[in-house]
C-alpha cells in the first residue's frame, strides 16, 4: 500500500492508498506541510470490491472513523477521497477543540469566521480575502480553543467548486492548483493550496473578532443576528459540540456573547470582499 503522511494544523494524517496516484497527488500539493512520524488518524483508500482495484477503479474511503453507508468514488477522484477522508477523521474523532464548520482568515492578530450551508460561498470568500492581505486559516473546519477561545488554524487544501474555480483563478494566477475533478457528487471540484504564510503560520491561532453567515445569490444586504439565533446555527454547524459536553457548551457561549454576528447577502466575490472590509472597519 502505498502511503503519505501530513500535518494540518494542530492534526497529523496518515493516508494509505492501494493506487500511487492519489498519494502522488497529495504529495504535490502538500508538499510544503510538515510530514511528521507520528499520526493522530489514518486514512485508507481501498478498492469497493476485489476487482475494483483493476476494473473500473472504484475508491471507498476507510480509517479510523468511517461512514459504513458512504458511496464509493472513481479512482479519478481519489484526491477528493482523501480530503473526504481526513475530514471525516476530523468530524468524527478531534476532541482537542470545539469544531466549527467554518472558513477563517485573521488580521492583525485577529480573526473574521464565516460558516453557513454548503453553497453559501464561505471558501470562496475566504480565498479571495487570502488573496488580498488577509492570512487564510482553513475553509472546512474552525477550531476553538476551549481554553483561550482563540481560533486554530487547520489550513488544509482549499476546496474550490464550479464557478468558484475560474474566480480564484482570476483572482490568484500564481497560485497552485490540484486537478479538476469533474462529475463529483457536488460537480467540478478543483484544489487549491493556500498561500505560503497560510502555512508557515498554521501554529499561531487568533482571536475571533467577528462571525459572518455569508449567502451567495442575493441583492447585497447586510444585517445583524440575535445571540440566540447565533448559538443556534453554531451548535448545528459544529461537529463534537455535544461530544464535548460542558467543555463545548462553556467554549460556545464565550463565543456567542464575545464575538459580533453579521449575516451578509452578495452576488459576486467583489461586493462581498467590499462588505467583508467595510464590517471589518467597523471593529477597528
Given at each position: 500500500?502505498?502511503?503519505?503522511?501530513?500535518?494540518?494544523?494542530?492534526a497529523a494524517f496518515r493516508i494509505g492508498s492501494a493506487w500511487r496516484a492519489p498519494i502522488a497527488q497529495m504529495a504535490e500539493l502538500?508538499?510544503?506541510y510538515p510530514h511528521p512520524d507520528f499520526t493522530d488518524f489514518t486514512v485508507r483508500l481501498e478498492p469497493a470490491g476485489w476487482l475494483r482495484r483493476w476494473l473500473r477503479p472504484s475508491v471507498a474511503i476507510?480509517?479510523?472513523?468511517?461512514l459504513p453507508d458512504a458511496a464509493p468514488l472513481p479512482l479519478a477522484q481519489g484526491?477528493?477521497?482523501?480530503?473526504?477522508?481526513?475530514?471525516?477523521?476530523?468530524?468524527?474523532?478531534?476532541?482537542?477543540?470545539?469544531?466549527?464548520?467554518?472558513?477563517?482568515?485573521?488580521?492583525?492578530?485577529?480573526?473574521?469566521?464565516m460558516t453557513g450551508q454548503s453553497g453559501s460561498g464561505k471558501s470562496t470568500l475566504s480565498a479571495l480575502l487570502g488573496a488580498r492581505g488577509w492570512r487564510f486559516m482553513g475553509d472546512e473546519f474552525v477550531l476553538l480553543d476551549p481554553e483561550s477561545g482563540d481560533a486554530v488554524p487547520f489550513p488544509?487544501?482549499?476546496?474550490?467548486?464550479?464557478s468558484a474555480i475560474a474566480a480564484m483563478q482570476a483572482s490568484a494566477p500564481d497560485a497552485r492548483f490540484g486537478p479538476l475533478l469533474d462529475g463529483t457528487p457536488k460537480g467540478d471540484i478543483r484544489h487549491m493550496?493556500?498561500?505560503?504564510?497560510?502555512?508557515?503560520r498554521m501554529g499561531q491561532g487568533g482571536a475571533p473578532a467577528l462571525l459572518l453567515f455569508p449567502r451567495y445569490g442575493y441583492p447585497g444586504a447586510v444585517r445583524e443576528v440575535a445571540p440566540g439565533e447565533t448559538f443556534m446555527r453554531l451548535t448545528q454547524a459544529s461537529t463534537n459540540y455535544v461530544a464535548l459536553g460542558e467543555a463545548g457548551f462553556t467554549a460556545l457561549t464565550r463565543f456567542v456573547t464575545s464575538v459580533p454576528s453579521r449575516a451578509i447577502?452578495?452576488?459576486?466575490?467583489?461586493?462581498?470582499?467590499?462588505?467583508?472590509?467595510?464590517?471589518?472597519?467597523?471593529?477597528?
Amino acid at each position: 500500500m502505498h502511503e503519505f503522511r501530513v500535518q494540518v494544523g494542530p492534526a497529523a494524517f496518515r493516508i494509505g492508498s492501494a493506487w500511487r496516484a492519489p498519494i502522488a497527488q497529495m504529495a504535490e500539493l502538500y508538499r510544503d506541510y510538515p510530514h511528521p512520524d507520528f499520526t493522530d488518524f489514518t486514512v485508507r483508500l481501498e478498492p469497493a470490491g476485489w476487482l475494483r482495484r483493476w476494473l473500473r477503479p472504484s475508491v471507498a474511503i476507510g480509517g479510523d472513523y468511517m461512514l459504513p453507508d458512504a458511496a464509493p468514488l472513481p479512482l479519478a477522484q481519489g484526491l477528493l477521497a482523501a480530503e473526504m477522508a481526513m475530514n471525516l477523521q476530523m468530524a468524527l474523532g478531534w476532541r482537542r477543540h470545539l469544531l466549527l464548520h467554518a472558513s477563517a482568515v485573521e488580521r492583525d492578530g485577529r480573526v473574521l469566521v464565516m460558516t453557513g450551508q454548503s453553497g453559501s460561498g464561505k471558501s470562496t470568500l475566504s480565498a479571495l480575502l487570502g488573496a488580498r492581505g488577509w492570512r487564510f486559516m482553513g475553509d472546512e473546519f474552525v477550531l476553538l480553543d476551549p481554553e483561550s477561545g482563540d481560533a486554530v488554524p487547520f489550513p488544509r487544501l482549499i476546496s474550490l467548486k464550479n464557478s468558484a474555480i475560474a474566480a480564484m483563478q482570476a483572482s490568484a494566477p500564481d497560485a497552485r492548483f490540484g486537478p479538476l475533478l469533474d462529475g463529483t457528487p457536488k460537480g467540478d471540484i478543483r484544489h487549491m493550496v493556500p498561500p505560503s504564510d497560510a502555512i508557515a503560520r498554521m501554529g499561531q491561532g487568533g482571536a475571533p473578532a467577528l462571525l459572518l453567515f455569508p449567502r451567495y445569490g442575493y441583492p447585497g444586504a447586510v444585517r445583524e443576528v440575535a445571540p440566540g439565533e447565533t448559538f443556534m446555527r453554531l451548535t448545528q454547524a459544529s461537529t463534537n459540540y455535544v461530544a464535548l459536553g460542558e467543555a463545548g457548551f462553556t467554549a460556545l457561549t464565550r463565543f456567542v456573547t464575545s464575538v459580533p454576528s453579521r449575516a451578509i447577502d452578495y452576488q459576486s466575490g467583489e461586493e462581498a470582499v467590499a462588505l467583508v472590509e467595510k464590517l471589518w472597519e467597523r471593529l477597528a
